[in-house]
Structure formats: structure tokens, C-alpha cells
């Protein structure tokens, strides 16, 4: 398994997405307790590789108890992956701006491939979520560390100033200090913590365009009170009592707190933010540089030029396999 985590990080390497989101999903159905993080490589791997709608249909199978009319045509490796979701902050705000780039994609004329391949239990997710900014906001209640921690790595504009905010803040604190692992700490940090700082290592510069801080300057700004007056949702201090503060784990939190999972390479995660870097041009079609293997077409090994592209007709992702 360890070779083909190497794989993983050699795809991701090279920007070949698809190869990688395939891979960490392979390396994820060996241990579903996830001793490699293949999990934050999957959550990662599908926003690049513009597996948007697999990324809503398996967190909407998250969030609702399945029954077995619910089940039926439902592919049983995604009920697999969304039963360990539950307590990974990467997958749920992963879909918010999954929800975000579909919102966009349904906006165009002319549908985009990615649209015309979704299955029906995907346009049947796409439909029973909330809008990108619910999805957001509920997203900051169940994980106010991750909501923190991304705060301050892609906001540079001043504080929040939804009056909301100071409870996330005193619910980051409340979890740092009292919701240890199960079976006792690790270096002192809860999972929660752990999977909190992974997921924002990993995707912080995905959500540090204009248009996409724009998306949560919306939430945090004002949308964030509203959403949890309309849904009734709050952040409880209680542990078990919500999302935020459950100590219930679906992975074993010492496999994930183990250096494999954490720890990703130096040199993987520099690539992978200048990967990140052009691409995000690319997608609000911003000047890249090119020539050099430092642009998407020169490190993609045939895969996709164009990750997203709210501005371009042409968004088809003509290197993804049918979902």
C-alpha cells in the first residue's frame, strides 16, 4: 500500500488528477481505517479532477440515513466512502465548492460534459443539497477548527463580521482543550484538530481566488447566523452532542494521527501549490505562464488543460472517465 501512496504523490507530482483520485479511492477500498490519508488526497483529487458530482453524492449519502429504497442504484463503494465521512472537514467543504462550480456549470447555455455525465443519483444529490453558501455555512458549524484555521490562511480582509463568529472561535477553543482521542491524546491534539490542519495544508490555496473567497466572505460575513437561524443548527459545547464536538470516529484516530497520514512530503506540497497556482488562473481565465512545465498543459501528461473555467464555453473535461 505504501507504493501506491508513492503513486498518489507522484500523480499529484505531475498534475495528473484523475490518475490520482482513482488511485487514492483504490488505496482507501484496502484499509477503510485509512492509514495513509488517502482520504484527503481523494477530497483534493476530485475538486481537481472535476469530480464534482461523485464529491456531492457521497456526502449526501453522509448526511442522511439510508434506507434500502434510498440504496437501490446507489454504487455501494460510494455508501462505503461516505459512511467514514462524517468527521473529515476536507470533504465536506470540498462540496461546497463542488456545489459552487456545479451552481456555475447549470448556469451556462450550453451544458458543460461534466453536466451531461452526471448519473441520476448525482443530479438526484446535486438537487437534494443545500445552495453552495448553506452548504458552506453548515460546513463552518460542523468544524470550527477547520473553519478557523482556513480563515486565517486565505483571508487577508479583516475579521469576520458575522456575530456568529465568536461562537465558532469559542467552539475551536472548547475542542482543542476537551475533545482528546478515544483513546488518548496524540501530542496533544484532538482528531478533529488533525484533520483540520491536513485538510487546510492541503487545500488552502484552492479557495484563495477572488471569486471563490467572495463565495465565503459571503457566509462568514452574514450568512453564517442566518443559516443557522433558518436550520435551527448550533454549535454545542456538549461532546457527542454535534458534529463539532463528537468524539465518535469512524476511522481509528491514532491511524490517522500516525506521521504517514499527516505528514505530507515538503516537496509534494510545494508542487502541488504551484499546480494549484496555475490551475486557479486557468480557471478565471487569468494569464498562466507556459513552456516551461510549470503550466497545466506542460505537467498534465495529456490530461486536462482546464480544471474550471467560469468564463470559458468550452469547460468539458474531455480526459475524465465516465462516473
Known amino acids: 500500500m505504501m507504493t501506491l501512496k508513492t503513486g498518489i504523490e507522484v500523480a499529484l507530482q505531475r498534475g495528473c488528477m484523475n490518475t490520482a483520485f482513482e488511485m487514492s479511492r483504490l488505496l482507501l477500498s484496502f484499509d477503510p481505517t485509512d492509514p495513509f490519508g488517502a482520504l484527503e488526497y481523494l477530497a483534493y483529487s476530485a475538486l481537481r479532477s472535476k469530480h464534482w458530482a461523485w464529491l456531492l453524492e457521497v456526502v449526501e449519502g453522509s448526511l442522511k440515513s439510508y434506507t434500502s429504497d434510498s440504496q437501490a442504484g446507489i454504487p455501494w463503494n460510494n455508501q462505503q466512502v461516505g459512511e467514514y465521512l462524517r468527521d473529515v472537514p476536507s470533504f465536506f467543504f470540498g462540496a461546497a465548492l463542488a456545489k459552487f462550480f456545479l451552481e456555475s456549470e447549470y448556469a451556462e447555455q450550453k451544458p458543460s460534459k461534466v ?16 445552495s453552495s453558501t448553506d452548504l458552506l455555512a453548515r460546513s463552518i458549524l460542523a468544524f470550527p477548527v477547520a473553519a ?14 458575522d456575530p456568529y463568529w465568536k ?6 477553543d472548547y475542542i482543542r482543550d476537551n475533545v482528546p482521542f478515544e483513546s488518548g491524546s496524540f501530542n ?14 492541503l487545500q488552502a ?3 484563495k481566488p477572488t471569486e471563490i473567497q467572495n463565495l465565503l466572505r459571503s457566509v462568514i460575513d452574514g450568512g453564517l447566523s442566518d443559516y443557522a437561524k433558518r436550520s435551527g443548527k448550533e454549535v454545542s459545547f456538549e461532546v457527542n452532542a454535534t458534529d463539532a464536538t463528537r468524539v465518535r470516529l469512524p476511522l481509528n484516530p491514532l491511524n490517522f494521527g500516525k506521521s504517514e497520514a499527516v505528514a505530507v512530503p515538503q516537496e509534494l506540497l510545494q508542487e502541488m501549490q504551484r499546480e494549484d497556482a496555475n490551475e486557479l488562473d486557468w480557471m478565471f481565465d487569468r494569464e498562466v505562464s507556459s513552456g516551461d512545465g510549470s503550466s497545466w498543459e506542460d505537467a498534465s501528461d495529456g490530461e486536462d488543460e482546464e480544471w474550471y473555467s467560469v468564463n470559458s464555453d468550452n469547460s468539458d473535461n474531455s480526459g475524465e472517465d465516465e462516473l
Open 167 to 172: 461562537t465558532i472561535l469559542e467552539a475551536e
Open 148 to 161: 478557523s484555521l482556513l480563515v486565517k490562511e486565505v483571508c487577508s480582509d479583516g475579521e469576520p463580521r
Open 115 to 130: 453536466v451531461k455525465s452526471m448519473t441520476e443519483n448525482q443530479k438526484r444529490a446535486y438537487e437534494a443539497l443545500d
Open 205 to 207: 490555496n484552492i479557495w
Open 188 to 201: 496533544g491534539n484532538s482528531y478533529a484538530v488533525t484533520a483540520a490542519s491536513v485538510f487546510v495544508k
